[in-house]
């Protein structure tokens, strides 16, 4: 189990940027990828964005691709997603996790229930 958490989040207008960060602790080996999701009201908790710990391969949800980056710094065990461009839409609480193991297939790093570590979330708001 990895401890996970979120800072960063808070109010932004339309256009605006904002920088997340997760800072993991506790058994950090046994993180082999770290995803970030989201979760606005009323709606399910979808994917964002993951990377991959040691190979830093990154995959984006389409809605955010090209405007999100996620990156990671080993040393300091800490994930970054930098948003830019950000919507209304993009409202949400943003939420860090942690996944022991490789994937079985591509497509697994895009369900949450393959993660196995989370953080408290950051709430992100965009106003228009």
């Known amino acids: 189990q990895v401890q996970l958490v979120e800072s960063g989040g808070g109010l932004v207008q339309a256009g605006g940027s904002l920088r997340l960060s997760c800072a993991a602790s506790?058994?950090?080996?046994?993180?082999?990828?770290m995803g970030w999701f989201r979760q606005a009201p009323g709606k399910e908790r979808e994917f964002v964005a993951s990377?991959?710990?040691?190979?830093?391969?990154?995959i984006y949800a389409d809605s955010v691709n090209g405007r999100f980056t996620i990156s990671r710094d080993n040393t300091k065990n800490t994930v970054y997603l930098q948003m830019n461009s950000l919507k209304p839409e993009d409202t949400a609480v943003y939420y860090c996790?942690?996944?022991?193991?490789?994937?079985?297939?591509?497509?697994?790093?895009?369900?949450?229930?393959?993660?196995?570590?989370w953080g408290q979330g950051t709430q992100v708001t965009v106003s228009s």
């Open positions: 506790g058994r950090t080996f046994s993180s082999y990828a």
């Open positions: 996790a942690a996944r022991p193991k490789a994937f079985t297939v591509p497509a697994a790093r895009t369900d949450p229930s393959n993660y196995n570590s």
């Open positions: 990377i991959i710990w040691v190979a830093g391969s990154k």
